[in-house]
């Protein structure tokens, strides 16, 4: 019998990994509807896997209602087309949700029927203590496959703020260090960041 012949018979079919399963939205909305999850527990969907946020502490929420306070404020004197949406969720597609702590949309967006894309925000802000490498590593990729115009994480640790521009891919091109005794410029005006990070 020829080799060949002889390969065909004894070869044995390609075995299948198994596959993780990758939930949508749609999926998150029903385990929240049968009560898997509850109301007050807010779940990001990274690439399909679900990710409970932690509570966050008593100095990430003075923070972020001091920068609610200050963007409103700006938005306010400026007259301003813009909204201010706290810890609401963005999407990128049905397999990808974030609740970012704030987010500034043109006003225009509540006339939309659907979550906001991340791409819709002219602004995006995390805030974080302990959760530098799961913004860093995890939901920063997602912020530049959604085409984020621009981002920010309040690094609580360091004293920071971290600035990212210019998505491309699952990066950000451009990328600005921020100290405490610095001023950031958002809607043409500077920001004193001392006023930030003296929580």
Excluded at 23 to 29: E, Q, R, S
Excluded at 93 to 104: F, T
Aim: net charge positive.
């Amino acid at each position: 019998m020829p080799t060949a012949a002889l390969s065909k018979k004894t070869s044995k079919p390609k075995q299948k990994s198994p596959k993780p399963y990758r939930f949508t939205i749609n999926h998150l909305k029903k385990m929240y509807e049968a009560g898997i999850f509850s109301p007050e527990e807010k779940v990001e969907l990274i690439n399909g896997e679900p990710f409970i946020m932690t509570p966050i502490g008593f100095r990430h929420m003075k923070t972020v209602d001091k920068l609610n306070k200050i963007l409103n404020s700006l938005i306010s004197q400026e007259s301003l087309p813009y909204v201010v949406s706290i810890q609401n969720p963005v999407k990128v597609d049905s397999k990808n949700l974030l609740y970012p702590d704030i987010a500034v949309y043109p006003e225009e967006i509540y006339q939309k029927e659907d979550i906001p894309k991340i791409k819709d925000a002219v602004l995006i802000i995390e805030v974080s203590d302990t959760t530098l490498d799961y913004y860093r590593e995890v939901k920063l990729p997602v912020y530049a496959k959604g085409k984020a115009k621009e981002v920010w994480i309040i690094n609580l640790k360091d004293n920071i703020i971290e600035k990212y521009t210019q998505p491309s891919g699952k990066l950000f091109k451009s990328v600005h260090i921020y100290q405490k005794n610095e001023k950031i410029k958002i809607f043409g005006k500077k920001i004193d960041l001392s006023e930030i990070l003296n929580s």
